[in-house]
Structures are given as structure tokens and as C-alpha cells.
């Protein structure tokens, strides 16, 4: 193909393409620099144990929370087909509805985080000092979780009317409260693990506040009862159930692929626990980036298909895949090649950073396949595929990612942990790829 060739009427869709995903981007590194805020905190004080307990309490918080994005992700897709129909009232339901779950879920975690603690740290390693540092951070952060449900739902309803800029805001507030929050209750006040939790808690309900009446100003009133009278009705509830289980089936198995890799790695040790952690905020940090375009690329595949126009799917799924991977290789690439200056601002640890350039290569293969994966979850999700995503995420767990970690396990080698994180993205980008044309018919 040539450029002569190539229809350039397809893509007339790039401005708005590239406007709402750079609004996407800048909202979504929000969440990963809070974290490395966290961790250049915490990685600076005297005892590594608060930085190691951190990393190891946040694999609950990874269940707990990243799991549950299954709510903004659904969420997105299902307002944004309404506002392709440009029906007001389908748009509000499906705010109150997902809402409405949130809720639920968010108060069922408080009322269990005295057994989800206790389970949760049974089941992980650690030393008794890293897990009672961990245990500190746990029930500082727990109080958060109907803020961040909550907020999950606006910002997957604001992404699907391509209000972008208002997540931006929102993001941009809770986390610059965070981070003043971290400073005063882990230097200031030396709360240390607990203030690291609390700081963040408490942000996510400032930001909540101001999520809500962002909302409250885009809301059309006049529908309310009609709507809040629809959300439980049968087919409706029951259809917004089924993309949701399929969605967060999907959610369960990525972080269950994170959680047994940052478990493994703490097996190896408090010390190879901590290097893998700080490589893995850099990867987080990458994989938020090439998210907020995954959410665009599922915002517009929505709106596309629900007007019909399927001629506009290919042009975006490519829009998205080339600007995803130049952004991840671009960050794998100045990690791998300043090494201490990027790792030496997360800590000053020198049994850290004097072996994490043995294994900072991972994160060109690792963060390059990880952009194609995103992408095409994002694709399918916009097209409300939840069970191609599902079946995508059981065959890289069960068939690209525990061969390897056996292999990890045995030899007790880090290389071969890295390589199975790898080999995950790589299967499911490789399974959704070949679906992709029938999605084009």
C-alpha cells in the first residue's frame, strides 16, 4: 500500500482521535505518579521494610481496586453507544446503574476488611515486618473504597460523552491532594506506611466531591425519575450485568497475573520484592499512558458501531496500535538507557539500583506487547465483546503466562519471571488480532 493510495477520508476522525486521547493520557498518568510519589517517599526513608510492605499490600489493593475498573471500563462503552443514539435517558440510566453497583460493592469492602486483610496477607510472602508494615498501609487505605468505585463510574460516564477534560480536572485534583497529603503524614507527621494509605483515601473522596458536581451540571434533571425508575428493570439490568462479569472476569485474571508475579518476586527475596516493585511502577506508568488512549480507541469504536459506520473501526484500531507502541518504546527506552537517573529518583537504595540494570531490558518487550494488548481490550470493549475478552485473558493465563512462572519458581530465576509477564501480553494480543477481521464483516 501506498500513501497515494490510502484513504485518507477515513481518517478524518484523528483530531477528535487524538484530542481526547491526550486529555486520556494526562488523567490516566495521574494514577501511576501518585503511586511513584508514594514510592520515592517511602523508598527514601531509612528502613526499606515501608517501601517492601507497600508493594506488597498494594497486590490486595490490585484486586480490590484495578479489578473493579471493570465499572469505568463498562460503564464507557454503554454511555457512549447511548450518545451515538443520542438518547438522553439510556445515557443517564446507564450512570445510576453502574453507580448503584459501585455502591454496593464499596460498602460490602469496608464491611469486610478486618477477614480481607487477614486472608489477603495469608496468602502472601513477606517477612513479618514487611507485612506488618503492609497491614499498616492496608487499613489506612480500605476507607477509600466507595470513593474510588464511585469515581470509577463518573470517569467511565464522562469518557463515554467524551467529556475528557473533566476527568482531567478531577484526576488532577485528588492526585495533587495525595501528594500533599504523602508529604505531610509521611515526613511531616512520620505515619510512614499508614499515612501512605490514609494520604490516598482521603484524596479519593476530594475527589469524589468534585466528580459529583461536575455531574450534577451535565445531568438533564427532567429525566431523573423516568431513569432511576428504569435501572432496575430485567432486560436492562440483566444485559448491563453480562458485559460488566465478562469485563471484570477480564480485570481478574490481568491482576492475578501481577499479583502472582510481585508474590514470586517476593519469594526471591526483600530485595529482588523491591527492584521488581520499582520496575513495575515505570511499567504502570507506561501501561496508564497507552490506557487513556485505549479508552478513546473504545469511546469512539462504540460510537462508531452504534451509528453503523464499521468503515471507521480499521482506520482507529490503527490510529491507536502505531501511537500506543511509539509511546511505550519511547519510555522502555529511556529506562533502559538512563537507568540511574530514572530508577535513582524512585529510591537511594543501593542494593536496588545496583542490579536493576540486569533486568531493565524486560521493559521494551514488556511494555511494547502490553500496548498492543490494551488496544485491542479497548477495541473489543467498545464493541461490547466481553466474551472475547474473557476467553483472550484464560487462554494468555492458563497457556502463555503459569508455564513460565513454573519455569520462574524452579530455577528461582528473575529472568524467567519477567519473561512469563511478557509472554502473557503477547498471547493476548496475538488472540484478539485474530479477531479483529470478523469484527470488519
Known sequence: MTISSVNWKSYQFLPRFYRLSLVSMLSNMMVPLAGLVDTAFLGHLDDIKHLAGVILASILFDYLYRILKFLRSSTNAITAAAKGLEDEKAILVAGLQSALIALIIGLLILSLQYPLQKVGFALLGGTVDVETSGAEYFYGRIWGAPAVLLNFVLFGWFL?????????????????????????MIVKWDWASYGAGLATSLSQYLALVVALICAAFRIDWSLFGQAFAQILKKGSFKDTLALKANILIRFIVLISTYALFTNVSSLFGTTTLAQNGVMLQIALLSQFTVNGIGLTTQTLASNFNSKGIKEQLLPLLIASLVTSLVISLLIALACFLFPDQIFGLLTDHEEINENITLVSFWLLPLLGSTSFAFMLDGYFTGLKEGKVLRNAVLVAFFLGYLPFLGIALYLHN????WLSLVSYMVTVALYLGMRVPKTLQ
Request: proline share 0%; aromatic share 10%.
Open 414 to 417: 528473575n529472568n524467567w519471571l
Open 160 to 184: 463515554g460523552l467524551e467529556m475528557n477534560g473533566i476527568v482531567l480536572l478531577v484526576s488532577l485534583i485528588g492526585n495533587l491532594s495525595n501528594v500533599f497529603l504523602d508529604y505531610l
